[in-house]
């Protein structure tokens, strides 16, 4: 949700800022815009548009110090007017989050004369720093006490004009990194901007300030200086490229296998007694919230049939957004777990600080090392998904549900709910995941049903159970990339309205795994066909009735949703290229939704 990226330096500052901006550009794209210094003067640039708009009117020139931006609107439709950085007075600031006050502190700002051209929270900050200057005198002092009056949420990269060697950079539920490397120093809202520099770096905490001057980063926390460790991020440059592939997303489709197997790996080791490391101590619970947003609330899904199926044990599932504001009913033996791939979901954040506020026990699951959600939980448990950038996530995904396979396990074994013979089957299968995997990526099925569907306004999915979880997202990563309108319904609630949409050749894609209702969904779907509908199914059994039929391995439930979220998350991925859609960059999206 909007990328920050700072440098100061001897080198080209433009240059390093928009390589920096280019690898952020999955966090918003509807805008882009720098600002450096030139002499003592600062210079700012703005496009509407993607950051290849913005290097067209870049100059040539040889700046060392600057910011830059890359937006996903939030307040004010994409223009180059409401484009950051914004600029008022000697203050110059790129912005990424939500300042929730702004009309109140507009207020305030217009009754004692300024005036605005934009309709962004960001113009509203920046006019408070200049007026706030006006009584504080020194920068610091000016950060500090904006601090106090802005509420929401805020990474800020900020040049002041008297000093044109300086960055100034703040933070308060926004990311924000600062890191250098042979005297260069830069800000950035995530890691891929500094790796081609370096992959350490330094995070800063919520109300931190940083001050970036030559060869020298200095750190202040409640108007003390404080010192920083530093973090090595583990992943390699190329983690954050494309390495051939057409898109991220089918390289991170591609990369599911090694992702399953290495979390697996962390998290479960077969041959040894013990079985499980590095997962908490679960025995006290009796209950379970989990909250995520989008796919992430899918996984939750699975793990909520999981759960109920296979420990009997009860689970409450939310989307974060509604979880938050809602009335929560817990005991001492609830665990709240939220799922988070960036882990600065601003709703699951809010979430879990709900949870906690309350003295309820809170495990994360989440991909982003040093995240907000993954600082603030009681317990963190990361995915080993590495760096995740189409907005559309697929590794994550399924990295989420296969630790949750192994929680549900650990559970099961605790309530002793499961049969020796039965876990002894599912640990031999835990370890053929990844090939499973791989055979099921290169079916080359995918490509001639994308060519089929690819046109059609309106595509149903359909599951029951657990299958139904697995339709959700399945649709989800359809509507995200190609555009098109997908809904997933319980396959028995289509014949209580939904199906008056169904016309001849719509397309009616059932997922069916789960064998003890096959035939019921396998009815349900035969209603549609009736009706017109062209029947894709999705299934470990060879079943005669529809015009496609995609064959998944035969493994256990808890494994299967594994394996079955892969023709799915590859039909999206072929239907979305045929239609010459942006598969890595959809329209209106952003890959971490930091605003409520
Ligand atoms: C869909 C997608 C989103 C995210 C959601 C939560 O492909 O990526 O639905 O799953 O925005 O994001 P995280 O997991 O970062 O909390």
Redesign the pocket.
């Known amino acids: 949700m909007c990328g920050i990226v700072g440098y100061n330096g001897k080198e080209k500052a433009i240059e390093k800022i928009v390589t920096g901006l280019e690898a952020l550009e999955y966090r918003g794209y509807d805008s882009a815009g720098i600002a450096y210094f030139e002499k003592d003067t600062i210079q700012i640039l703005k496009k509407k548009g993607r950051i290849s708009a913005l290097k067209e009117i870049l100059p040539k020139k040889d700046a060392q110090v600057g910011i830059g931006h890359t937006r996903w609107a939030t307040h004010g439709e994409p223009s180059e007017r409401n484009a950051h950085p914004h600029r008022c007075g000697k203050f110059t600031l790129v912005h990424n989050g939500i300042i929730e006050n702004y009309l109140e502190l507009k207020n305030i700002l217009q009754e004692n004369g300024y005036s605005f051209l934009s309709e962004t929270d960001t113009e509203v900050a920046v006019a408070l720093l200049d007026y706030l200057y006006e009584e504080e005198k020194g920068v610091l002092k000016t950060l500090e006490k904006a601090m106090k009056m802005l509420r929401g949420s805020y990474a800020f990269g900020i040049l002041f004009e008297d000093t044109p060697d300086t960055i100034y950079a703040m933070r308060h539920s926004s990311p924000l990194i600062v890191a250098e490397k042979e005297g260069e120093e830069f800000i950035a809202s995530d890691v891929p901007a500094i790796l081609s520099y370096t992959q350490e770096y330094y995070l800063l905490d919520d109300f931190d300030i940083a001050i970036l001057k030559p060869n020298k980063i200095s750190f202040y926390h409640d108007g003390k200086e404080i010192t920083k460790e530093k973090l090595t991020f583990e992943g390699s440059l190329e983690s954050s490229q494309k390495e051939g592939y057409e898109h991220f997303m089918l390289k991170e489709i591609h990369e599911q296998p090694r992702v399953i197997k290495d979390t697996i790996e962390y998290y479960f080791d077969g041959t040894k007694n013990s079985l499980f490391q590095n997962l908490p101590d679960l025995k006290k619970y009796q209950k379970f919230h989990i909250v995520?947003?989008?796919?992430?609330y899918h996984t939750g899904l699975v793990a909520k049939s999981w759960i109920e199926e296979i420990v009997h044990l009860p689970v409450d599932c939310e989307i974060a957004s509604e979880y938050r504001y809602k009335q929560v009913f817990y005991d001492s033996n609830t665990l709240v777990i939220v799922i988070?791939?960036?882990g600065e979901?601003a709703d699951?954040l809010a979430s879990l600080r709900k949870a906690k506020k309350d003295g309820i026990d809170t495990l994360a699951i989440v991909n982003v090392i040093g995240s907000s959600i993954a600082r603030e939980a009681d317990q963190v448990l990361y995915i080993k998904a590495g760096c995740e950038i189409a907005?559309?996530?697929t590794k994550a995904y399924s990295a989420q549900l296969a630790l949750l396979s192994l929680l549900t396990l650990k559970l099961a074994l605790i309530h002793e709910t499961i049969r020796e013979d039965e876990f002894l089957e599912i640990r031999k299968q835990i370890e053929t995941l990844p090939q499973q995997m791989e055979k099921l990526i290169a079916n080359p099925q995918y490509q001639k049903i994308a060519s089929t569907i690819y046109e059609r306004d309106d595509i149903f999915y359909l599951g029951r159970k657990l299958d139904y979880a697995i339709s959700m997202e399945g649709a989800?990563?359809l509507k995200?990339i190609s555009y098109i309108n997908c809904v997933a319904y319980p396959a028995g609630e289509l014949k209580h309205g939904t199906i008056s949409l169904v016309e001849q050749k719509t397309p009616v894609i059932g997922i069916l795994t789960v064998s003890e209702i096959q035939e019921k969904t396998i009815s349900n779907l035969k209603e549609t066909a009736a009706r017109g509908a062209y029947l894709i199914l999705i299934s470990n059994e060879e079943i005669k009735e529809g015009n496609e039929l995609i064959l998944l391995p035969n493994i256990h439930p808890l494994l299967e949703p594994i394996l079955a979220i892969i023709p799915l998350q590859l039909l999206a991925y072929e239907i979305a290229k045929l239609r010459g859609c942006d598969i890595d960059k959809p329209r209106n999206l952003a890959k971490?939704?930091t605003v409520e």
């Open positions: 995520a947003c989008g796919s992430a988070s791939q960036s979901t699951t907005v559309a996530t989800l990563k995200e971490s939704v």
